[in-house]
């Protein structure tokens, strides 16, 4: 029962960011990439911290915790969305997909050097799958040759790698911290870091008065509010949880459910075609997935360390 709770938690975070593409692509209309992204993890962290004040979610504030905490949210969000925002202004859409789908091996390989967590030979193979699957749907897609422009790949690599050390800062987190709190604290490093930069951006163009204006927009409101709550608070907590109970290689590739689920938004609620090599790709995709679950060993908490020091519990 409590094996079958992790993978549904797996599951449903990759269907959460599934659908962030088809919400980003809404919103994207209106508001400048980092102005999303800013708004995101603002609505993320202010949810969270009226949770906190009416106590449906305790938070322990300490040096510690900060330290603990610090790598994770420096790898996702901050360095994963820098990375990602401007590698997607330089590489098109179906190369950065092929590029994304790289991050469950990067982050097995780093997994079973860091954490000395090493995957079956079926297991690579299923993963391996599992990312040929968005491979062949990214290259079916693509129409014309690629022009390379190094610097983009570069970010886009950079923001694969980010992705990669955050499953296993996550999962060494998860050792002295609770689920709750990594992901309190990824909001908050988020929010501050991205509305920073978006807020400099904005009295570089002169423009600060949209910060505000941005959100009286009613086309806005359903997609930050998705992007914010659904995606970051709820998404993150269940990538979380998943990291502390699965092994890197197992957590990671599910994600590549995401891929399915954003073919399938499109299509339903987009209608964007749908083609075949949407349906065999995916195939691969879910085969993949399941069978790199399906021979784990079982979920199991990494072992706990020393616990941290409290400062003061809100």
């Known amino acids: 029962m409590k094996q079958a709770k992790v993978h549904l938690a797996s599951v449903a975070f990759a269907t959460i960011f599934g659908f962030t593409f088809m919400f980003s692509k809404v919103a994207l209309d209106f508001v400048m990439p980092i102005g999303l992204i ?144 990594i992901t309190y604290y990824m909001m908050l490093f988020g929010a501050v870091v991205f509305n920073v930069i978006y807020v400099t951006v904005l009295i570089s163009q002169g423009r600060l008065g949209d910060y505000l204006g941005n959100l009286a927009q009613p086309q806005l409101v359903v997609p930050v509010l998705y992007l914010g709550i659904l995606a970051s608070i709820v998404a993150f907590f269940l990538v979380n949880f998943a990291l502390s109970r699965l092994e890197v290689h197992v957590s990671s590739v599910y994600a590549n459910l995401a891929t399915v689920t954003a073919v399938f938004a499109g299509a339903v609620f987009l209608r964007e075609a749908l083609y075949f090599y949407h349906i065999i790709g995916g195939a691969m995709i879910i085969i993949g997935v399941y069978g790199t679950a399906r021979l784990n060993r079982g979920t199991r908490r990494f072992r706990k360390a020393q616990p941290l020091k409290e400062d003061y519990r809100v």
């Open 38 to 181: 800013a708004y995101r993890f603002l609505v993320a962290i202010v949810v969270f911290e009226l949770l906190r004040r009416v106590r449906v979610v305790k938070i322990t504030f300490s040096v510690e915790r900060f330290k603990a905490v610090f790598w994770v949210a420096l790898f996702q969000p901050v360095m994963y969305f820098l990375f990602e925002i401007n590698g997607l202004a330089r590489v098109p859409s179906g190369e950065a997909g092929m590029m994304i789908a790289l991050i469950p091996v990067i982050a097995t390989v780093l997994s079973a050097l860091i954490l000395k967590e090493k995957p079956r030979a079926l297991q690579v193979f299923f993963i391996l799958l599992s990312v040929s699957g968005i491979v062949f749907i990214q290259v079916s897609h693509a129409a014309g040759g690629v022009d390379f422009d190094g610097l983009g790949y570069a970010l886009m690599f950079g923001a694969v790698v980010a992705a990669a050390l955050f499953n296993i800062a996550s999962r060494s987190a998860s050792r002295n911290m609770k689920t709750h709190e």
